[in-house]
Protein backbone atom coordinates (compact mmCIF):
# COMPACT_ATOMS: atom_id res chain seq x y z
CA UNK A 1 0.00 0.00 0.00
CA UNK A 2 3.05 2.59 0.44
CA UNK A 3 4.67 1.54 -2.55
CA UNK A 4 1.32 2.35 -4.31
CA UNK A 5 0.43 5.54 -2.56
CA UNK A 6 4.23 6.95 -3.04
CA UNK A 7 3.71 6.20 -6.83
CA UNK A 8 0.48 7.92 -7.05
CA UNK A 9 1.77 10.96 -5.45
CA UNK A 10 5.12 11.14 -6.67
CA UNK A 11 6.80 14.18 -9.08
CA UNK A 12 6.98 13.41 -12.79
CA UNK A 13 10.24 11.97 -13.84
CA UNK A 14 11.69 13.68 -17.05
CA UNK A 15 10.91 10.74 -19.17
CA UNK A 16 7.48 11.26 -18.48
CA UNK A 17 7.24 14.77 -19.03
CA UNK A 18 8.77 14.43 -22.60
CA UNK A 19 6.44 11.97 -23.35
CA UNK A 20 3.50 14.32 -21.99
CA UNK A 21 4.90 17.02 -23.91
CA UNK A 22 5.30 15.10 -27.52
CA UNK A 23 1.53 13.73 -27.08
CA UNK A 24 0.07 17.19 -26.14
CA UNK A 25 1.56 18.43 -29.61
CA UNK A 26 0.43 14.98 -31.26
CA UNK A 27 -3.14 15.73 -30.14
CA UNK A 28 -3.47 20.06 -30.97
CA UNK A 29 -4.85 19.09 -34.61
CA UNK A 30 -8.01 17.76 -32.20
CA UNK A 31 -8.19 19.31 -28.68
CA UNK A 32 -7.04 23.36 -30.49
CA UNK A 33 -9.53 25.69 -31.85
CA UNK A 34 -9.66 26.08 -35.26
CA UNK A 35 -8.90 30.16 -35.05
CA UNK A 36 -5.80 28.43 -33.15
CA UNK A 37 -4.22 26.82 -35.70
CA UNK A 38 -4.98 28.97 -38.16
CA UNK A 39 -5.15 33.04 -36.76
CA UNK A 40 -7.05 35.36 -38.25
CA UNK A 41 -4.17 37.37 -39.37
CA UNK A 42 -0.26 36.34 -40.14
CA UNK A 43 2.90 38.04 -41.11
CA UNK A 44 4.57 37.82 -43.99
CA UNK A 45 7.68 39.42 -45.69
CA UNK A 46 7.51 40.85 -49.42
CA UNK A 47 10.29 40.44 -51.79
CA UNK A 48 10.34 44.17 -51.63
CA UNK A 49 11.51 43.67 -47.94
CA UNK A 50 7.99 45.09 -45.79
CA UNK A 51 6.27 43.20 -43.79
CA UNK A 52 2.55 42.61 -44.54
CA UNK A 53 -0.75 40.94 -43.22
CA UNK A 54 -2.54 37.67 -43.77
CA UNK A 55 -6.37 37.69 -43.45
CA UNK A 56 -8.13 34.80 -43.15
CA UNK A 57 -11.01 34.18 -45.45
CA UNK A 58 -12.70 30.74 -44.11
CA UNK A 59 -11.87 27.29 -42.60
CA UNK A 60 -12.93 24.10 -44.02
CA UNK A 61 -15.36 22.33 -41.95
CA UNK A 62 -13.99 19.00 -43.82
CA UNK A 63 -10.91 16.97 -42.39
CA UNK A 64 -10.36 13.63 -44.71
CA UNK A 65 -7.36 13.25 -45.63
CA UNK A 66 -8.28 11.61 -49.19
CA UNK A 67 -10.84 14.76 -50.53
CA UNK A 68 -7.76 17.55 -48.95
CA UNK A 69 -5.40 16.65 -52.05
CA UNK A 70 -4.56 15.69 -55.25
CA UNK A 71 -4.59 11.67 -55.37
CA UNK A 72 -0.60 11.11 -55.74
CA UNK A 73 -0.24 12.64 -51.97
CA UNK A 74 -3.25 11.30 -51.03
CA UNK A 75 -1.56 7.77 -51.61
CA UNK A 76 1.46 8.93 -49.99
CA UNK A 77 -0.62 10.21 -46.74
CA UNK A 78 -2.50 7.20 -46.26
CA UNK A 79 0.50 5.27 -46.12
CA UNK A 80 1.78 6.98 -43.58
CA UNK A 81 -1.73 6.95 -41.29
CA UNK A 82 -2.67 10.35 -42.06
CA UNK A 83 -5.46 11.40 -39.14
CA UNK A 84 -6.90 14.11 -40.53
CA UNK A 85 -6.15 17.56 -43.14
CA UNK A 86 -7.29 20.48 -41.78
CA UNK A 87 -7.71 23.59 -44.51
CA UNK A 88 -7.77 27.18 -43.92
CA UNK A 89 -7.41 29.68 -46.96
CA UNK A 90 -6.03 32.90 -47.07
CA UNK A 91 -5.79 36.37 -48.97
CA UNK A 92 -2.99 39.03 -49.03
CA UNK A 93 -3.79 43.03 -47.94
CA UNK A 94 -5.18 43.63 -51.71
CA UNK A 95 -6.92 40.67 -51.95
CA UNK A 96 -4.78 39.89 -55.14
CA UNK A 97 -3.81 36.68 -54.26
CA UNK A 98 -5.03 33.40 -52.29
CA UNK A 99 -3.46 31.17 -50.31
CA UNK A 100 -5.08 27.42 -49.29
CA UNK A 101 -2.87 26.30 -46.15
CA UNK A 102 -3.44 22.63 -45.48
CA UNK A 103 -2.11 21.22 -42.05
CA UNK A 104 -1.73 17.20 -42.31
CA UNK A 105 -1.82 15.49 -39.04
CA UNK A 106 -0.36 11.93 -37.88
CA UNK A 107 0.30 9.60 -35.52
CA UNK A 108 4.17 11.12 -34.66
CA UNK A 109 6.93 12.48 -35.81
CA UNK A 110 8.81 9.70 -37.54
CA UNK A 111 5.15 9.19 -39.86
CA UNK A 112 5.13 12.82 -40.68
CA UNK A 113 9.10 13.09 -41.69
CA UNK A 114 8.51 9.57 -43.99
CA UNK A 115 5.41 11.35 -45.84
CA UNK A 116 7.23 14.59 -45.98
CA UNK A 117 10.18 13.03 -48.22
CA UNK A 118 7.78 11.20 -50.17
CA UNK A 119 5.66 13.77 -51.52
CA UNK A 120 5.93 13.97 -55.29
CA UNK A 121 8.54 17.05 -55.73
CA UNK A 122 7.99 17.62 -59.43
CA UNK A 123 4.64 19.44 -60.29
CA UNK A 124 3.50 19.85 -63.21
CA UNK A 125 0.35 22.54 -64.81
CA UNK A 126 -2.40 21.21 -67.01
CA UNK A 127 -5.68 23.01 -68.16
CA UNK A 128 -7.32 20.73 -66.00
CA UNK A 129 -5.86 20.51 -62.70
CA UNK A 130 -3.50 23.59 -62.49
CA UNK A 131 -0.40 22.69 -60.57
CA UNK A 132 -0.44 19.46 -59.52
CA UNK A 133 -0.02 17.30 -57.14
CA UNK A 134 -0.86 19.39 -54.68
CA UNK A 135 -3.06 20.18 -51.76
CA UNK A 136 -6.56 21.11 -53.20
CA UNK A 137 -7.72 24.36 -53.20
CA UNK A 138 -10.42 25.91 -50.81
CA UNK A 139 -12.90 27.94 -52.49
CA UNK A 140 -15.17 30.28 -50.19
CA UNK A 141 -18.26 32.31 -51.80
CA UNK A 142 -18.64 35.67 -51.43
CA UNK A 143 -14.89 36.04 -50.96
CA UNK A 144 -11.92 37.16 -52.23
CA UNK A 145 -11.45 33.09 -52.79
CA UNK A 146 -14.86 32.55 -54.52
CA UNK A 147 -13.34 31.88 -57.67
CA UNK A 148 -9.98 29.66 -56.46
CA UNK A 149 -10.40 26.72 -58.02
CA UNK A 150 -7.84 23.89 -58.36
CA UNK A 151 -7.49 24.97 -61.98
CA UNK A 152 -6.50 27.82 -60.50
CA UNK A 153 -2.81 26.71 -58.25
CA UNK A 154 -0.06 28.01 -59.82
CA UNK A 155 2.38 27.60 -56.28
CA UNK A 156 2.69 25.04 -53.49
CA UNK A 157 4.86 24.25 -50.59
CA UNK A 158 5.41 22.10 -47.90
CA UNK A 159 6.79 21.84 -44.61
CA UNK A 160 7.17 19.51 -41.50
CA UNK A 161 7.12 20.30 -37.54
CA UNK A 162 6.44 17.49 -34.86
CA UNK A 163 3.56 15.44 -36.06
CA UNK A 164 2.56 17.81 -38.71
CA UNK A 165 3.25 18.46 -42.79
CA UNK A 166 2.27 21.84 -43.96
CA UNK A 167 0.89 22.21 -47.38
CA UNK A 168 0.42 25.61 -48.97
CA UNK A 169 -1.31 26.19 -52.64
CA UNK A 170 -1.72 29.51 -53.69
CA UNK A 171 -3.15 31.45 -56.72
CA UNK A 172 -4.85 34.45 -58.13
CA UNK A 173 -8.15 35.79 -56.86
CA UNK A 174 -9.64 35.95 -59.99
CA UNK A 175 -9.34 32.55 -60.43
CA UNK A 176 -7.45 32.90 -64.04
CA UNK A 177 -6.43 29.19 -65.19
CA UNK A 178 -2.60 28.46 -64.07
CA UNK A 179 -1.48 27.52 -67.73
CA UNK A 180 -2.85 30.53 -69.13
CA UNK A 181 0.24 32.49 -67.09
CA UNK A 182 3.29 33.33 -68.24
CA UNK A 183 5.78 30.97 -66.28
CA UNK A 184 8.72 33.66 -66.18
CA UNK A 185 7.60 36.45 -63.81
CA UNK A 186 9.19 39.52 -62.04
CA UNK A 187 9.30 39.31 -58.39
CA UNK A 188 7.65 36.45 -56.07
CA UNK A 189 3.73 36.51 -55.97
CA UNK A 190 3.51 33.36 -54.01
CA UNK A 191 6.37 33.91 -51.49
CA UNK A 192 3.67 34.47 -48.83
CA UNK A 193 2.98 30.59 -48.74
CA UNK A 194 5.69 29.24 -47.61
CA UNK A 195 6.12 31.57 -44.66
CA UNK A 196 2.18 31.14 -43.96
CA UNK A 197 3.01 27.46 -44.01
CA UNK A 198 5.83 27.42 -41.91
CA UNK A 199 4.39 30.31 -39.12
CA UNK A 200 1.43 27.46 -38.58
CA UNK A 201 3.89 24.47 -38.50
CA UNK A 202 6.16 26.26 -36.01
CA UNK A 203 3.43 27.20 -33.77
CA UNK A 204 1.78 23.79 -33.97
CA UNK A 205 4.96 21.75 -33.07
CA UNK A 206 6.62 23.78 -30.52
CA UNK A 207 6.47 21.71 -26.78
CA UNK A 208 5.03 23.47 -24.42
CA UNK A 209 6.45 22.75 -20.25
CA UNK A 210 3.52 20.07 -19.08
CA UNK A 211 0.94 21.22 -16.89
CA UNK A 212 0.27 17.63 -14.96
CA UNK A 213 -2.55 19.15 -12.93
CA UNK A 214 -4.78 20.00 -16.08
CA UNK A 215 -6.78 17.56 -18.09
CA UNK A 216 -5.26 18.33 -21.02
CA UNK A 217 -2.47 16.64 -20.07
CA UNK A 218 -1.16 13.02 -18.83
CA UNK A 219 1.92 12.49 -17.64
Given at each position: ?32 E ?19 F ?12 E ?13 Q???A ?34 I???P????V???R ?9 G ?23 V ?53
Amino acid sequence: MIGAWSELHRDPTNAELKRAAIAEVAARWRTWEASRIFPERLSYDTDQGRSEFASRIGIVPQTTCETAVDGEIAAVLRAQGCQAVLRATYTDPIQGIVITVGVVAFRDAFAADRAYKQIPNAPVTDRVHGLRPALRAAAFPGTAAARFADTARQDRSSTRGGPYVVLTTAGQSDGRPAAAVPKNRPGQPFGAAPQLGWQISRTLSAQAMPDCSSREWRC
